[in-house]
């Protein structure tokens, strides 16, 4: 399959990356993904919106994004305050985790444990 004149443009950019390029679009235009079980929402929710930027299919077909659970992202906020911040991050990382694995460019990293946003006790 080729990538269309309208999906060139839409692509543009990643098409560029050498990491990606056509090749990798493509897999991405054919790589489903769906919640994982014991997800955070918030996170699972800005990790679906820049795999569907990325040009995936949420789908039950496809592969299961890793995003952290809530306990995580409770975790590494470390207040309430910071709580959707957090989930923001940790859910942009599992994005990117997942497009690694789409493309085929390294194994899948699970977020660091040791980080926290917020320097209180």
Aim: net charge negative; hydrophobic share 40%.
């Amino acid at each position: 399959m080729s990538l269309d004149a309208a999906a060139r443009r839409r692509y543009a950019r990643q098409l560029l990356l050498g990491e990606i390029g056509e090749s990798g679009q493509e897999r991405l235009l054919h790589a489903g993904f769906h919640r994982g079980a014991d997800t955070d929402a918030d996170a699972y929710a800005v990790a679906a919106e820049y795999l569907e930027r990325a040009g995936c299919t949420r789908n039950e077909s496809g592969a299961a994004v890793r995003a952290p659970n809530e306990s995580a992202v409770t975790r590494f906020a470390g207040t309430p305050e910071l709580r959707e911040p957090a989930a923001a991050i940790m859910g942009a990382f599992s994005a990117v985790e997942h497009l690694k694995e789409v493309l085929g460019i390294g194994g899948a990293r699970e977020f660091p444990p040791e980080l926290t946003l917020s320097t209180e006790s």
